[in-house]
């Protein structure tokens, strides 16, 4: 990416902007700067750009306020930076991870004793549950109608998301050499996790894929676009176009992901199952899922309950 955090930058650099008998501090922009530096190493390219972007808003804010360097930070600034999210209408959990992350860099430069320790805790906001929002089945069933309009590789993207329930940048970097006709089988080298997996795929979508390979020309992605894949902001695109032309008021691909996992627990698969098909590192993340089928699961307790089946009038 070209920001104003791809310049390279070493330790003596920064370093050397202080005299070694006062406070070690370093500049708000070099930390971050090294900080990347050091995520880069173990991180994807996703994570690396979520926290570029939130760096941005911050540097914002704090030079607004004319706060330069790390130490110059303090409780009040973190309290000010929460406060200045929450005007934004960010909610708790985004708020937290965002301080988060600047507490991130603060805690990299400590422990690589850049500067002289701050011991700055930021205690977090109480986080409101997320409420899951999935596709409507008869929007679905819309967007299935509205497929033939669409060029083909439109179409394997909404039926990959809405068949195998995996993320954007998996979907964007599948791989052609890794389908599996024969087992119906999709092998994701790039995941969330950095744990690889199988998931499964219909007869019907391999056919697609199978066509849409051979108008790829030989390309080792799925998704080809010039000398790499697709990006994610072209799955997002894809979908907003089709949510407004079919006015449609919730779809996303992480909306699909949550048809995927919803309509398998309802259909009576195992959590175990759903979490290992979703690539979720802990099956907690899974049982968020529960409580959209449990109130399906009451709706039918009130239909089906032994009294109401005897007639029993009360």
């Known amino acids: 990416m070209n920001n104003i955090f791809t310049k390279q930058i070493s330790f003596n650099d920064v370093i050397s902007l202080f005299h070694q008998d006062e406070e070690r501090d370093i500049y708000i922009k070099d930390a971050i700067k090294l900080f990347l ?3 880069k190493l173990y991180d994807r390219q996703g994570t690396i750009d979520y926290y570029t972007y939130n760096f941005k808003m911050i ?3 704090l030079e607004a306020k004319g706060i330069h360097t790390v130490r110059s930070i303090t409780k009040q600034t973190l309290e000010s930076l929460v406060l200045y999210f929450k005007g934004r209408k960010n909610k708790n959990l985004s708020i937290n991870k965002r301080i988060n992350a600047l507490m991130a860099v603060i805690h990299y430069v400590e422990e690589n004793d ?8 930021y205690k977090r906001l109480p986080e409101e549950q997320t409420k899951i929002e999935i596709v409507d089945m008869d929007d679905m069933k819309k967007i299935i109608n509205y497929l033939p ?5 439109s179409q394997v993207m909404i039926l990959l998301l809405l068949t195998t329930g995996i993320r954007t940048s998996e979907l964007i970097n599948i791989e052609s050499d890794n389908i599996d ?3 119906l089988l999709i092998y994701l080298k790039f995941t969330k996790t950095k744990q690889a997996r199988y998931v499964p795929i219909l007869e019907t979508v391999a056919h697609k894929l199978k066509e849409l390979i051979k108008l790829n020309d030989g390309s080792k992605w799925l998704f080809p676009e010039k000398d790499s894949h ?4 072209a799955v997002k695109s894809l979908l907003r176009r089709i949510k407004k032309a079919l006015n449609i008021d919730v779809l996303s691909a992480h909306k699909l992901r949550h048809l995927y996992a919803t309509t398998l627990l309802k259909q009576g698969c195992d959590i175990k199952s759903v979490s290992r098909l979703l690539g979720h590192k802990s099956i907690r993340m899974t049982e968020r899922y529960i409580d959209l089928t449990d109130t399906e699961i009451h709706e039918k307790n009130r239909l089906n309950n ?3 089946l005897m007639n029993f009038k009360g």
């Not at 309009?149 to 590789?153: A, D, F, K, V, Y």
């Open 37 to 39: 530096q050091h995520k």
């Open 59 to 61: 540097i914002e804010f």
């Open 114 to 121: 850049i500067i002289t320790p701050l011991n700055l805790i």
């Open 149 to 153: 309009g669409l060029c083909l590789r």
């Open 181 to 183: 006709f024969k087992n």
């Open 230 to 233: 697709i990006t994610s902001l």
């Open 306 to 308: 032994p009294l109401n």
